[in-house]
DNA sequence: TATGGATTGTTGTAAATGTCAATGATTTAT
DNA sequence: ATAAATCATTGACATTTACAACAATCCATA
């Protein structure tokens, strides 16, 4: 059960050649009916957005994975891992893991839940905190590079749009 | 070079007892800041739809990544195998292993190109179109449901933002 | 209140996927 | 002609994913 259309592999040529017969190979697909697919279309724009946006954290030891459970610990919600777990649509272990370096660097606790003590909830140290805050700027820079080619009001409307698909409320 | 933010894991228990409070847990982290971050909303929603995606697929024994070679092959644009990967952002040596398959079970033929003999172009056997033809129904099908908190407009116009951001036409 | 069943985090493991370098055949450039 | 680049392919290795098993804890109910 593959998760994924396709990966973020990126011509090693193309960083430095970027002009135009390379892309034109591309370009010629954009006519194939696969661009209909709205889950197509969401993948290969993650997929290009999800390298910028690794490359942005790869300055903080972060990937999108890692940056994402250090904004739900920095969130408030104190989440617990199986929270984490339902949320990021990951598997209970991976959480495991990714809490693991979180707290081994100092950024992240786990504190046995309040009404649950097997559950543990993750909450950012200060250190965890401040990380966050830099990261996120970053993370925002990207996000504005992948979507550069959209109005302002148009990343709105495309972020309502995914809100409401997703939780059936567009506020 | 993580892809993803995260995953298709799904709570197993979800699948039989999909009514409330097993969501709740989700859905209280939904006032996280993170849901703000467009690419966030990309993975989970390409995540959900993934799910359904592969279960359509999963009776016609395709996967997402195989079933969009054969939608691409049976494009009418005689892609090459080169074109394949920079379009699906998947590494040559997977298009390599994804064309095997399909062309042991008689769904696609490889041609050398006629300008280059090294090129490779992969195109569907009648076969191939039959099982596209079929499959596309229930991918289109899935589409649906994991879009189903939209209204027809709404989708169209997430459509046309997505395919915007990408190519930078709205077309 | 005791007991069985479910849930949480955790560990470990096997399969799938990603990454990358090397190769022969062919094309392109000089 | 010769050198460099490109294509498909193979193979080696790292990372990610999916899943089963387990102890600790909670929950329902008898």
Redesign the pocket.
């Known amino acids: 059960?593959?998760?994924?259309y396709?990966?973020?592999?990126l011509e090693r040529?193309m960083t430095i050649e970027t002009r135009g017969e390379k892309l034109a190979g591309t370009e010629k697909l954009v006519a194939a009916p696969i661009t209909n697919d709205v889950g197509f279309l969401l993948a290969k724009l993650h997929a290009a957005g999800s390298v910028l946006n690794n490359q942005a954290l790869a300055e903080f030891d972060l990937?999108e994975r890692s940056y994402s459970v250090l904004i739900l610990a920095n969130s408030g919600l104190e989440p617990?891992?199986?929270e984490l777990?339902d949320f990021l649509s990951?598997?209970?272990?991976?959480i495991?893991a990714l809490?693991?370096e979180l707290e081994k660097r100092g950024l992240v606790v786990?504190a046995p839940g309040k009404?649950?003590?097997?559950?543990?909830t993750v909450t950012a140290t200060p250190a965890g905190a401040k990380l966050h805050a830099r990261a996120s700027e970053a993370a925002a820079r990207a996000e504005t590079e992948a979507l550069d080619g959209l109005e302002a009001a148009e990343v709105a409307t495309l972020k309502a749009l995914l809100r409401k698909a997703l939780w059936g409320h567009t506020e």
């Open positions: 059960m593959s998760m994924i396709f990966g973020n592999y040529a990937k617990t891992q199986r777990a990951l598997d209970p272990s991976q495991v809490v693991d786990r009404q649950d003590r097997r559950a543990k």
